[in-house]
């Protein structure tokens, strides 16, 4: 049997619905076998962060170089990489074992106001990282940062996937969720020669952290698969819908998404058949 593997590069969110986490869940909930290298501790819960506790560059290096010296990997997803050195020693590691299937979701800001990456850490992102990256995923607010423009409009969207991938990562998804006031939410893939465009009913809820790091964890499944990347982002989509659809009402703030709705979804339907 041929087992597809995946590595998330990421910070631990100790109330599990971010981080690697929620890598970690969705990779199993997609058959995909999960492998972590954690950069940062985070004290989280639903109420926000309370506290980051990075770890040292060295630290992420021996775990990243653990699993590839071993174990391998199918596609590999950063998430909070929180400093420059730990950005310039991942892509130094990425470079190293030759990954070519990397989705970068550049997480800076958690949904509370926390920060997740330090401000001089961004350029680090863009220089090192982005050019060895097959998908970035950022949100608009994210994006705003990585390009220095402000995104409004569709077409701004358009354009800042154009600068985006200009910085040499060959996909770029610009995720929908924080437009406000809108019912239809639209995740727009640009691959260097068009857009495709993917649309969703908002959902009417609190419960949504971890929806951005989840929506890149099934992307990167489906990558670790060998989909191609058009198929990753479309199966991404469903498994993030069904998951803020099923969401999990926990804890006295906002909850986590349904690392297993989907797949219950499926089952349920093949039963009905
Ligand atoms: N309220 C919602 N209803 C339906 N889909 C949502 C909702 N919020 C986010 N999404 C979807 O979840 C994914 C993450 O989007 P977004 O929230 O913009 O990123 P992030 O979680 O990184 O801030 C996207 O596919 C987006 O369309
Ligand atoms: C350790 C860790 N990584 C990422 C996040 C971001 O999660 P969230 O705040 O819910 O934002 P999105 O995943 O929706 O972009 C986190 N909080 N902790």
Redesign the pocket.
């Known amino acids: 049997m041929s087992i597809s593997k995946a590595l998330t590069i ?4 100790s109330g599990g ?4 986490q ?1 890598d970690l869940k969705t990779f199993q909930e997609l058959n995909v076998y999960g492998m972590s290298a954690i950069t ?1 501790i ?1 004290a ?1 819960n639903t109420l926000g ?1 309370h506290g980051v506790f990075p770890l040292t560059a060295e630290a992420v290096v021996q775990q990243i170089e653990a699993i590839g010296s071993d174990l391998g990997a199918d596609a590999i997803k950063t ?2 990489l929180f400093n420059s050195e730990i950005i310039e020693a991942v892509s130094e590691q990425i470079k190293i074992f030759n990954w070519s299937k990397v989705i970068v ?1 550049p ?1 800076m ?4 106001g ?1 920060s ?1 990456l330090q401000d001089e850490a961004v350029e680090a992102v863009k220089n090192h990282l982005l050019p060895l990256a097959l998908i970035v995923t950022p ?1 608009i607010p994210e994006a705003e940062v990585l390009t220095g423009m402000k995104i409004h409009t569709l077409d701004d969207r358009r354009a800042a996937a154009e600068i985006l991938h200009s910085l040499g990562v060959k996909n770029v998804v610009i995720k929908g969720g924080h437009v406000e006031n809108e019912n239809q939410l639209v995740d727009l893939l640009y691959d260097g020669t068009e857009f495709s465009y993917f649309s969703s009913e908002r959902i009417e809820t609190k419960n ?7 929506f890149a964890a099934a992307i990167t499944a489906e990558m670790a698969k060998g989909n191609t990347v058009y198929h990753s982002v479309e199966t991404a989509v469903s498994f993030i819908q069904e998951a803020i659809k099923e969401d999990l009402e926990i804890g006295q703030g ?1 909850g986590p998404t349904n690392h297993w709705a989907y797949q219950q979804k499926k089952r349920q339907s093949l039963h009905v058949e």
């Open positions: 990421a910070g631990s969110d619905g971010a981080g690697i929620a940062a985070t989280q962060v998430g909070m979701d997480v800001i958690a949904k509370g926390a997740l949100n949504t952290h971890g929806t951005g790091c989840t906002h």
